[in-house]
């Protein structure tokens, strides 16, 4: 059975740093698109950054670029958000999810996703 563990969410001021970390269990990952989301309250849950186990071809929100990086892991076990110059906006529960389809057209669309973690909270204050 593949599980996903989310850690490393937090409280930070305004302009701060959080290092995501979202390790698989079991087969590592369902396929090989992994992906992280968020969703702030009364919001909709929205992809935040995506990236290709094999390629490590990446996709990001246009509110995070240049903020926020996506990694892996050498085994491709775990999968990384870093998180730079966090903004108050930036305030969500954070997801990984793995099953996707990573192209630029779909690598947002949570329909894809098969395996999800139970989210991990990050709050930014100003």
């Known amino acids: 059975q593949v599980q996903l563990v989310e850690s490393g969410g937090g409280s930070v001021q305004t302009g701060g740093s959080l290092r995501l970390s979202c390790t698989g269990s079991?087969?590592?990952?369902?396929?090989?698109?992994v992906a992280w989301f968020r969703q702030a309250p009364g919001k909709e849950r929205e992809g935040v950054a995506s990236?290709?186990?094999?390629?490590?071809?990446?996709n990001y929100h246009h509110s995070v670029k240049g903020r926020f990086t996506i990694s892996q892991d050498n085994a491709k076990t775990t999968a990384f958000l870093q998180m730079d110059n966090l903004k108050p906006e930036d305030t969500a529960m954070y997801y990984c999810?793995?099953?996707?389809?990573?192209?630029?057209?779909?690598?947002?669309?949570?329909?894809?996703?098969?395996?999800w973690g139970q989210g991990t909270q990050v709050t930014v204050s100003s």
């Open positions: 999810a793995s099953g996707g389809v990573c192209n630029r057209f779909s690598w947002a669309d949570q329909s894809y996703f098969d395996t």
């Open positions: 079991g087969y590592a990952y369902s396929s090989n698109c």
């Open positions: 990236i290709l186990t094999d390629s490590e071809t990446t």
